[in-house]
């Protein structure tokens, strides 16, 4: 019953095209607790950053939170006759967060997932897709992205048939995005060598820039993230006591929505998550002040963005403004990919 509902789908795919204008350019993060996509109109959606690889006898129900592809054919053969899912659901059926992934090849599953198309229109043209790595230079993780998504892909999701050509995929380093968003909106005082501090979930990004905007190879540092905040937490006396090893997955989940609360136990770790903040970000500002000692005399302000900047208020306080947390830290980096 599938295989005859995906050749029904194609067949109509191919012979009542409803063209989406051409010329649409979007951006997209794939972070490794949240997927993050932006267009250049300034739509901003975001999905939870967990995949799953569908079986024939899956059947999930796609949702807001959601997304189910299934990829017919196109110019990415490796995922021809394909399914999986992204987002809640992926998650609730035991998928994979991405931060335990190398995202890069798993890059165009998720890219899919996050063009949506508009109801009855089938054919989506891309003329410019924007994506970010680590680190830029890592040329076969670049080559895979751009060779994954290139060209056209004729896919159901969430039900609906869609053909999507991409003309171009731009690879940038991450944190520049952010740092042309700190540029647009005046975040910078001054014109000197300035920073950005992305503080992601496995990881975080530390990158200065010259006054003139030229990214500092030399001053990339990589330092870490809430997965590391999480192992911390995990050692909790509360949570050791257990009878099983801490689920990072969940102690993430509860420090992302502010609960503090270890999954459905009703165990908090509130009383120790301040320490626990401190010693993190001790460990990140010791990490960076090694790093960039070459600049510190020159150094003006680092703006801190990325889905875990809003920890890092102390560390704001501890250095007088110097680093600052950008407004919408969490979308500035994917919305200044465009700029």
Partial sequence: MAKV???EQLIQLKTEPKILKSGLQIAVDVGNRVIKYCTDQGTVKTLPSWHKDLEEWDT?????????VTYLNGDNTELAGHSWAVGVVAQDLGGTPTFELEKVFLAPKLFLAMIEGIPGINQVTLNRLVCSLPNDLQLDKVDALIDGLTGTHNIIRNRQSMSVEIHQVEVEPETLGAYKYALANRLFKYARVNGILDLGGKTGIGQLYTKNGTLIRESRVIVEGTYRLAQ????????????????LSLIMDAIADGSLIYGTTGISFADKFPGYVSQWLYGIRNKLKIAWTPWLADLGEVVMVGGSAHLATSLAEQT???FKIA?????????????
């Fill in 5 to 7: 509902y995906k050749e």
């Fill in 60 to 68: 999930p129900k796609p949702d807001e939170n959601s997304a189910i």
């Fill in 232 to 247: 911390m937490i995990a050692r909790h006396p509360i949570l050791i006591a257990q009878d099983m090893t801490p689920n």
């Fill in 320 to 322: 007088e403004g110097r």
């Fill in 327 to 339: 407004d919408q830290p969490q979308y500035c980096g994917v919305m200044g990919m465009l700029l």
